[in-house]
């Protein structure tokens, strides 16, 4: 290949900085995993050194999938790990997954029920955990679902948040009458 279009090889420690700001910056997991996988094809010297840094793989797993179930065979697989999760998420932002049939596991994985939510946000009706319920970036995910937030509850507690509002009445105009002025 011509040498202007080579990608200079980084080093292990060079490539854990890179995965490390990947975990700082994206908020998306399945973004964050294209991000690093984009960087393990660069050169089979990058793709030894991701697939080695365990470190930097936990702290994707830490900042995307922080309420995960830790199981005895993720310790020195991080990255296969993190890479299982993504596709679960992509599962529930395609629909093959729901939160009705989800385990409970699943509904207290923010980023499964974001991007359930986000497909369908009816399955705003199928998590039974308040603290999910009252979380906003969930009940953003649900207006963008198309979720009819008729529970006036719901509302009553994002009637000062502009965002949330505008997403809610967005699908069911009768709740503007719980928002505030």
């Known amino acids: 290949s011509d040498a202007s279009t080579r990608v200079p090889e980084l080093d ?8 490390g700001a990947i975990a700082e910056t994206y908020d998306d997991p399945e973004a964050a995993a ?8 660069l050169s089979r010297a990058h793709r030894d050194a991701c697939h080695g840094d365990e470190r930097a793989w936990r702290a994707l797993l830490e900042r995307h999938f922080p309420e ?11 990255r296969r790990t993190f890479y299982s999760l ?7 932002r395609e629909g093959r997954l729901t939160l009705r049939t989800a385990c409970d596991t699943h509904k207290r994985i923010k980023a499964f ?7 369908n946000g009816n399955g705003l009706c199928d ?9 906003r970036d969930v009940i953003l995910a649900a207006t963008q679902g ?6 006036r509850d719901i509302m009553e507690r994002f009637r000062d948040d502009h965002e949330v509002v505008l997403g809610i009445v967005t699908w069911c105009g009768i709740a503007l009458e719980w928002a505030t002025k």
């Open 12 to 19: 292990g420690d060079a490539i854990g900085a890179v995965l």
């Open 34 to 41: 294209r991000a690093a996988a984009t960087w393990t094809v």
């Open 68 to 78: 995960r179930v830790r199981f005895p065979s993720e310790a020195g697989n991080a």
């Open 86 to 92: 993504c596709a679960t998420v992509r599962e529930y």
């Open 113 to 119: 029920v974001l991007a359930a939510l986000r497909h």
């Open 127 to 135: 998590l039974d955990n308040d603290a999910m319920r009252a979380d």
């Open 146 to 151: 198309r979720y009819v937030l008729h529970r």
